[in-house]
Every structure is written in C-alpha cells, then in structure tokens.
C-alpha cells in the first residue's frame, strides 16, 4: 500500500548507513540512499520527531558465525557515514544481528518517546532493512518503509522486498511521498 498517513508519532529509522556497509557494492548507488536518508533525517528533526540511526558492530554469535559471516576488520567500519549529520539528540542504536530490534534497547527508545510508527531507509534491503521492518510490525508500530532510500547488493531480492514483503507489512512510498506528509 502507498503511503497515505503519518502517526503523530513517528520516528525514522536509518538502518546501517556506515562506513563499511555503504562502501559494498549495491544494486543502487549507496551515495543516493544516503542523500535520500540525510534528507529524511533533517526533515525529521525539524519536526522535531526522532530520528533512530542504527549500526552493526558484529556478526550473530554462534552457529551462524563463519567466515563469510563475519565483518570486515577495518577500523572506521561502524562508523555512521557522515553525511547523516548525527546529532547529540538522535537515537544511535548498535546491533549485532540482522535486524535493529532484537539484542537492542530499541523498542524501549521509541516507546519511551510515544512513537507509534517507524518509517524505514537503509541498506540491505533484505537484511538489516527487512528485518527491523519485520521486527516493528511483530512490535505493534506501523511500518513504513521508503523504496528509493533502500539498496541490496542482490538486485531481484531487493525488487521482491519492495514488491512483496514491504507492502504486507506496512505502506511504502519514495522519499518525496514522505516529505509530503511531513508537511
């Protein structure tokens, strides 16, 4: 479904805009997902709603740990890439897993601040993207997740996300659909 509504409580979450992620290769270019997210977040926090940047730091421990798993050793790897323009008073979330919600203190965030929707940028579409996605609808909140401000390093996985998994779960909609809403 298309985006029609924002809850009055809203927040943004930009998932794995970092350093050693946006420097993958995308079936997007990664430089456009992060102007889209930047100009989401300002948007965002001039109306004064809160803005969630998340980050992984490892891989999941245990069975699923393997070489191909784990991260890369670079040292600015989790560094959130600058042009997010972080502020003292955004929400920054550390992950270890796949997904923004389990491990993390993300839910008790955004309820703690009325937060009944999440609308949802970041790479990869069918990892940390979809699986927060997944997360906060199983949490109750509204899930919007915005297509041209998501990329996958799998082009068909990330169309079948857009197409298929992101409209069960919520509405999309493009960056300019949400400035809108915003007012």
Do not use: C
Not at 60 to 79: F, H, M, S, V
């Amino acid at each position: 479904m298309t985006v029609t509504t924002l809850d009055p409580g809203t927040a943004l979450v930009v998932v794995d805009l970092q350093k050693g992620v946006t420097g993958l290769p995308t079936a997007h270019p990664a430089a456009e997902i992060v102007a889209r997210s930047a100009e989401l977040a300002e948007a965002f926090r001039a109306k004064g709603l809160p803005v969630v940047l998340v980050r992984v730091t490892s891989g999941a421990p245990g069975r699923t740990e393997g070489p191909a798993r784990r991260l890369p050793p670079q040292a600015d790897w989790a560094e959130l890439v600058p042009e997010l323009g972080r502020r003292d008073d955004d929400i920054v979330v550390t992950k270890h897993t796949w997904g923004a919600f389990h491990g993390t203190d993300l839910d008790l965030q955004l309820r703690r601040r009325g937060v009944t929707q999440v609308v949802v940028t970041g790479i990869a579409t069918t990892k940390g993207v979809e699986s927060t996605a997944r997360a906060a609808h199983e949490h109750g909140y509204h899930v919007t997740v915005v297509t041209d401000a998501v990329t996958d390093g799998d082009a068909d996985a990330h169309r079948h996300a857009v197409e298929k998994i992101f409209p069960a779960l919520g509405e999309t909609g493009t960056t300019e659909a949400v400035l809108k809403l915003l007012g």
